[in-house]
């Protein structure tokens, strides 16, 4: 095995600061970029112009690109076009769920709760929409 060539010495506090130097540094900025990153900044004007109201084809979009040298068919724009919007919905629906999930868990919880306090005491009655002379009637047959 060979030793560290160097014959300085790596201090707590070199590392420390090298720690801090990376932490900061900010990610590079790349000059390619994929299809899908590609249709997915643009996607809002593709739809846009593919819409009833404007009328474009995918293809005359991917023509209009070409001349930008972003050179894509225009079957595979609807196909990327496509896959976000599955993308998004699935998003969605687990949002959704993770939410009906957390309601369920609540009230489940409260459920829970309930039970126990009412194993501890005597059963609480239902009073709303009764009669004073209807809650006396009742509280006089129990006891």
Do not use: F
């Not at 590079?28 to 643009?42: L, Y």
Request: charged residues 35%.
């Amino acid at each position: 095995m060979s030793e560290h060539q160097n014959s300085e010495v790596i201090t707590k506090e070199k590392i420390d600061k090298a720690i801090n130097l990376l932490k900061s540094q900010k990610p590079k900025e790349r000059e390619a970029v994929s299809d899908r990153e590609t249709i997915k900044k643009m996607r809002r004007y593709i739809e846009k112009l593919t819409s009833d109201k404007y009328g474009y084809s995918y293809d005359e979009v991917s023509e209009m690109l070409k001349d930008l040298g972003i050179n894509l068919a225009g079957s595979r724009i609807k196909y990327l076009i496509g896959e976000l919007k599955k993308s998004s919905r699935r998003r969605q629906k687990v949002s959704d769920s993770d939410s009906n999930a957390s309601v369920q868990g609540a009230v489940e919880n409260q459920s829970a709760v309930v039970e126990s306090s009412d194993a501890e005491k005597t059963p609480v009655k239902n009073t709303r929409g009764k009669s004073k002379k209807q809650l006396l009637a009742a509280e006089a047959a129990t006891t």
